[in-house]
Antibody
Framework: QITLKESGPTLVKPKQTLTLTCTFS??????????VGWIRQPPGKALEWLAL???????WYSPSLKSRLTITKDTSKNQVVLTVTNMDPVDTATYYC????????????WGQGTLVTVSS | QSVLTQPPSVSGAPGQRVTISCTGS?????????VHWYQQLPGTAPKLLIY???NRPSGVPDRFSGSKSGTSASLAITGLQAEDEADYYC???????????FGGGTKLTVL
């Protein structure tokens, strides 16, 4: 079955760069149509899509955060990495990674999420 | 301000029917991009509830149904149960933004 799990620091300081890793199983990012995305959710607030990477290396980014985001994949390790530069307290959120099929552009399997707090 | 607009909250008594609207524009729902719905129980990750406007993943009860018309979509829940109390989010694609967009979420309270 498909599973995803996020990992990374729980606390970062303002202006630092956040690096999160999504480790998945049950599918391959070399299979046509497959993608992995990142979505975040500040405490008590709505979901916000951040980035997507597909099997063919196509990368999509949220326009409002594009300058600060980088998404990469390591197919040999079944991992997708998201980096967010210049972190700010408003970036405090639970960060989720999720499996996506480009046929529909929706997320059918989600990780449990990881809470990242930005504070000095 | 979310690209897709949902009511902040809806409520209903057990057994009743409730609907949650999701209003977009001509660059997303109105451009014929599919709408998808997620259920987020307290303290858990979102779960896919409806995909492709009307389709239920395996295991989702048929009490949940989706529809779409023009620049809007709706999620209907019939035979409301206490376990349905959760946040619900709609999601689509926006061609102007060239990316995925979510609604602001709707909190369902079962009275």
């Amino acid at each position: 079955q498909i599973t995803l799990k996020e990992s990374g620091p729980t606390l970062v300081k303002p202006k630092q760069t956040l690096t999160l890793t999504c480790t998945f199983s049950g599918f391959s990012l070399t299979t046509g149509g497959v993608g992995v995305g990142w979505i975040r959710q500040p405490p008590g607030k709505a979901l916000e899509w951040l980035a997507l990477i597909y099997w063919d290396d196509d990368e999509w980014y949220s326009p409002s955060l594009k300058s600060r985001l980088t998404i990469t994949k390591d197919t040999s390790k079944n991992q997708v990495v998201l980096t967010v530069t210049n972190m700010d307290p408003v970036d405090t959120a639970t960060y989720y990674c999720a499996h996506e099929l480009s046929t529909g552009i929706y997320f059918d399997y989600w990780g449990q999420g990881t809470l990242v707090t930005v504070s000095s | 301000q979310s690209v897709l607009t949902q009511p902040p909250s809806v409520s209903g008594a057990p057994g009743q029917r409730v609907t949650i609207s999701c209003t977009g524009s001509f660059s997303n729902i109105g451009a014929n991009y599919d709408v998808h719905w997620y259920q987020q129980l307290p303290g858990t990750a979102p779960k896919l509830l409806i995909y492709g406007n009307i389709n239920r993943p395996s295991g989702v009860p048929d009490r949940f149904s989706g529809s779409k018309s023009g620049t809007s979509a709706s999620l209907a829940i019939t035979g409301l149960q206490a376990e349905d109390e959760a946040d619900y989010y709609c999601q689509s694609y926006d061609s102007s933004l060239s990316g995925v967009v979510f609604g602001g979420g709707t909190k369902l309270t079962v009275l």
